[in-house]
């Protein structure tokens, strides 16, 4: 195979359906529906398309499962549209597409989920083609919201474990993110997936569930981040939280880049942020950059995602998105 370049994404493909509104209801009670919007869900769809909107100068393409209707559509047309290749993602005539309704409440811009697994619930190993499959680095996002690949088999592995070693096998660099659970199945299906991953970006909850440590500061980052890579991670940990990114490389190096402080107004919805930071770690990734490079771009790209409502409509060309940290104090480190 010829060198290799670009970008795949696999996981949750899923329609947004957003909705903002006066307030957040009690039970049996009316709330005001001010204004809506539909736009991209899940970790594969989302960090694909801001890295097209960043301007990314490598392929892109698409792994996963739609339903055969009107919103499988509307996802292949946007991939069309944004220009990244899609042929491998699969219709499935008999489950719909993934869908969230996501209720923002205007004043606050706290947000409430209502999710339908949909067809992302069928993506198992054999939609992956990893024979012949060119790009650089492959994106899984989310194990912990994949049904089969989450489904852990009787040699105490994931079925995304499994693809990450075959991925790993094929020659591909392997990057790992997760939704957000605290629940007893955290480890059991993450923790055998590590040793198949070159580069894992995470919250500090997700952090926490896997590790047990509370992430509240610098030294609570460093010990989770060394955690994992004691658990296996090859490359690099990645935490990201509100105040900032944290990163520490297995070869000892680690870096630290506080987040910005913005001005009233400029935050309109926080949905899709960490997708965006993950977009920037991937991009760093993929190019080789140095830590510090790498969380200086995952910051821009999170803090640029938060101009709009929906989890990608705000991410700029990455000069745009650069441009905020010189625009914007960081917060106190």
């Not at 094929?170 to 199945?185: C, F, K, M, Q």
């Not at 991670?233 to 944290?246: A, D, F, P, S, W």
Request: with cysteine.
């Amino acid at each position: 195979m010829a060198q290799r370049s670009g970008i795949a994404t696999a996981g949750n493909w899923i329609v947004d359906r957003v909705k903002i509104i006066d307030h957040w209801p009690d039970q049996d009670t009316l709330a005001v529906v001010l204004a809506e919007d539909r736009g991209t869900g899940g970790g594969a769809y989302n960090s694909l398309v801001d890295l097209q909107h960043m301007g990314v100068p490598y392929p892109l393409r698409a792994i996963g499962c739609v339903g055969d209707d009107a919103d499988g559509t509307w996802i292949r047309d946007d991939l069309t549209d944004h220009g990244i290749d899609h042929q491998h993602l699969v219709v499935c005539p008999d489950a719909p597409t993934s869908y969230t309704e996501v209720m923002s409440v205007a004043d606050t811009g706290r947000r409430t989920f209502f999710h339908n697994y949909g067809a992302n619930a069928e993506l198992g190993p054999e939609h992956f083609p990893l024979d012949t499959l060119d790009c650089r680095v492959l994106h899984l996002a989310y194990l912990l919201l994949l049904k089969r690949l989450d489904t852990v088999g009787a040699d105490g592995r994931s079925a995304g474990a499994a693809v990450l070693e075959a991925a790993s096998r094929a020659g591909l660099v392997t990057s790992l993110d997760l939704v957000s659970e605290a629940s007893p199945r955290v480890r059991p299906v993450v923790l055998p997936a590590l040793p198949h991953v070159d580069s894992l970006v995470i919250n500090e909850l997700e952090a926490q569930a896997l590790t047990g440590i509370e992430c509240h500061g610098l030294d609570d980052l460093r010990r989770a981040a060394q955690a994992l890579l004691d658990a296996g991670v090859r490359q690099q940990v990645i935490i990201h939280q509100t105040e900032g990114g944290y990163g520490r490389l297995a070869s000892g190096g680690e870096y630290y880049q506080p987040s910005l402080r913005l001005p009233d107004g400029f935050i309109k919805g926080a949905v899709g942020a960490g997708d965006a930071f993950a977009a920037g770690v991937l991009h760093g990734l993929h190019e080789s950059w140095d830590l510090p490079s790498t969380l200086r771009l995952a910051v821009a790209t999170a803090t640029a995602c938060l101009r709009h409502a929906t989890c990608t409509k705000g991410v700029g060309a990455m000069a745009e998105n650069l441009a905020l940290l010189e625009q914007h104090p960081f917060r106190a480190s």
